[in-house]
C-alpha cells in the first residue's frame, strides 16, 4: 500500500482560497468514495474536516468543501483565517478493512 | 464526549515489544465503530496500523502485519496495540482513534503520545 500522495506545502493569504489536492490510485481513491480530511494543529489531536469525499460533520464551517475526480482528491479553503495555518491530511479507503494516509500538507496562511 | 488517551514507555530498546493502551471514556467498545492505531513518523505521514472492531475482529496493515496484535479488554473499556521486533524506524508518534464502521473516517482521536526506538 502506497500513502497517498499531496504537496508538502501550500500557502494563501487572509481571506483567499485555496485548493489541496491529493492523488491516489485506481485501488484506493480512485475507486472508493470513502475520501476523507483532517487537520491537525501542532501538540493537538488531528480533526475530522470532510468525509466521504464531501460531507462536513456538525460543526465544521462550511468554508471546507471537498470534491473527486478520477483518482484525485481535493480539499478547497476558503476565506482562510489565521488558525487555519496547520497541516491537513487526506485519507481513502483501500480495501479489506485498511485505510491509507497522505503524506499531509503544511498550509500557511500569509 | 468521546475521548481516547494514549499511555504506555516512551522509550523501547531495539528488538523489543513496544506496548501502548488506549483509555477510551463517554463510549463503549463493545457498542460500535473499529478502533484503531495509527503512528506518524517525524517528519513524515500518518500511517494506519490496524484495529478492533466492536465485535472483537482485528485486522491490520499488510506491510506490519506479523509485528502486530490488537487487542482489547471490554472491561476497562480499553485495547491495546504489541508491536514486537521494534527498530528504530518504529520510532513515532502513535495515536488510537475511533474509525466508523462503514464509511471509514476517523471521527475521534487521542492526543498521540511518542514512542522512541533507542538503546
Known amino acids: 500500500q502506497s500513502a497517498l500522495i499531496q504537496p508538502p506545502s501550500a500557502s494563501g493569504s487572509l481571506g483567499q482560497s485555496i485548493t489541496i489536492s491529493c492523488s491516489g490510485t485506481n485501488n484506493d481513491l480512485g475507486i472508493y468514495n470513502y475520501v476523507s480530511w483532517y487537520q491537525s494543529h501542532p501538540g493537538k489531536a488531528p480533526k475530522l474536516l470532510i468525509y466521504e469525499i464531501n460531507k462536513r460533520p456538525s460543526g465544521v464551517p462550511d468554508r471546507f468543501s471537498g470534491s473527486k475526480s478520477g483518482n484525485t482528491a481535493s480539499l478547497t479553503v476558503s476565506g482562510l483565517q489565521a488558525d487555519d495555518e496547520a497541516d491537513y491530511f487526506c485519507s481513502s479507503y483501500a480495501g479489506y478493512n485498511n485505510v491509507i494516509f497522505g503524506g499531509g500538507t503544511k498550509l500557511t496562511v500569509l | 464526549q468521546v475521548q481516547l488517551q494514549e499511555s504506555g514507555p516512551g522509550l523501547v530498546k531495539p528488538s523489543e515489544t513496544l506496548s501502548l493502551t488506549c483509555a477510551v471514556s463517554?463510549?463503549?467498545?463493545?457498542?460500535?465503530?473499529?478502533w484503531g492505531w495509527i503512528r506518524q513518523p517525524p517528519g513524515k505521514g500518518l500511517e494506519w496500523i490496524g484495529s478492533?472492531?466492536?465485535?472483537?475482529?482485528?485486522y491490520y496493515n499488510p506491510s506490519l502485519k506479523g509485528r502486530v496484535t490488537i487487542s482489547r479488554d471490554t472491561s476497562k473499556n480499553q485495547f491495546s496495540l504489541k508491536m514486537n521486533s521494534v527498530t528504530a524506524t518504529d520510532t513515532a508518534v502513535y495515536f488510537c482513534?475511533?474509525?466508523?464502521?462503514?464509511?471509514?473516517?476517523?471521527?475521534?482521536w487521542g492526543q498521540g503520545t511518542l514512542v522512541t526506538v533507542s538503546s
Open positions: 463517554g463510549y463503549s467498545i463493545s457498542s460500535g465503530y473499529y
Open positions: 482513534a475511533r474509525r466508523d464502521s462503514g464509511n471509514y473516517f476517523i471521527d475521534y
Open positions: 478492533i472492531s466492536y465485535s472483537g475482529d482485528a
